[in-house]
């Protein structure tokens, strides 16, 4: 597993934009997939978009259109720009990170960054 460090957080206004990066705190290799998922007070934790072999991505229904995930790949870093914010976009946003190794898959989340969206 790889500890992974969340940077972008924070209180911003409905309709406004954030971006939120993810990377590794040292080397990891074989990291195969990266995204982000979110869990909002008393719901459980859901996928936002996810980044497959720095190509495919997925987004939930409810962020398609607002949201872009990236990734560079020789950095490990994985981005995610969220435009028009609304206030139930509000909860804390983790950062996962999938290793595929020789001796099986390892899955590493981070410690989460707090989104909140004030109306």
């Known amino acids: 597993q790889v500890q992974l460090v969340e940077s972008g957080g924070g209180l911003v206004q409905a309709g406004g934009s954030l971006r939120l990066s993810c990377a590794p705190a040292?080397?990891?290799?074989?990291?195969?997939?990266m995204g982000w998922y979110r869990q909002a007070p008393n719901k459980q934790r859901e996928l936002v978009a996810i980044?497959?072999?720095?190509?495919?991505?997925n987004y939930a229904d409810s962020m398609k259109g607002r949201c872009t995930i990236s990734r560079d790949n020789a950095k490990n870093t994985v981005y995610l720009q969220i435009d028009s914010l609304e206030p139930e976009d509000t909860a804390v946003y983790y950062c996962?990170?999938?290793?595929?190794?020789?001796?099986?898959?390892?899955?590493?989340w981070g410690q989460g960054t707090q989104v909140t969206v004030s109306s």
């Open positions: 040292g080397f990891a290799s074989s990291i195969n997939a």
């Open positions: 980044n497959i072999n720095g190509g495919t991505t």
């Open positions: 996962y990170a999938k290793q595929v190794l020789s001796n099986g898959e390892y899955h590493s």
